[in-house]
């Protein structure tokens, strides 16, 4: 787990799952901090990611960016991102750009892991 003064950024494994979990503001102070531990998973070939937004306090444009960004890298290696429990303006963020309709968003992790879809 790393963190930064607003952002604590942990990641942790389920099943073939990468869970990437944030914690506090998710805004452009934190994105040299997000922008390491996201490169780590490109660079790692990891192919299932899911994003654990369950307790950002804050988001901006930059964090939309960042996500945006991962999410189409990710998916041009034949990988897949999800979003778990989005807060209602994050949630409000994804569909006025129509994230939403691009990425499974969750709104809760047990919902993502009674899903079926992982192991």
Do not use: C, Y
Request: glycine share 8%.
């Amino acid at each position: 787990m790393e963190k930064t003064i607003d952002l604590t950024v942990s990641i942790d494994d389920w099943g073939i799952w990468r869970i990437v979990r944030f914690s506090g503001n998710f805004i452009v102070n934190s994105i040299p901090l997000v922008r390491k531990r996201l490169d780590e998973l490109e660079n790692g070939n990891q192919g299932k990611v899911a994003l654990d937004l369950s307790l950002v306090t804050g988001f901006d444009a930059a964090a939309m960016s960042i996500i945006l960004n991962f999410h189409h890298k990710i998916v041009r290696a034949n990988g897949n991102v999800i979003v778990i429990a989005p807060g209602e303006k994050i949630r409000e963020a994804f569909a006025n750009i129509g994230f939403d309709r691009a990425v499974s968003i969750f709104d809760t992790a047990d919902l993502f892991m009674r899903s079926g879809s992982v192991p």
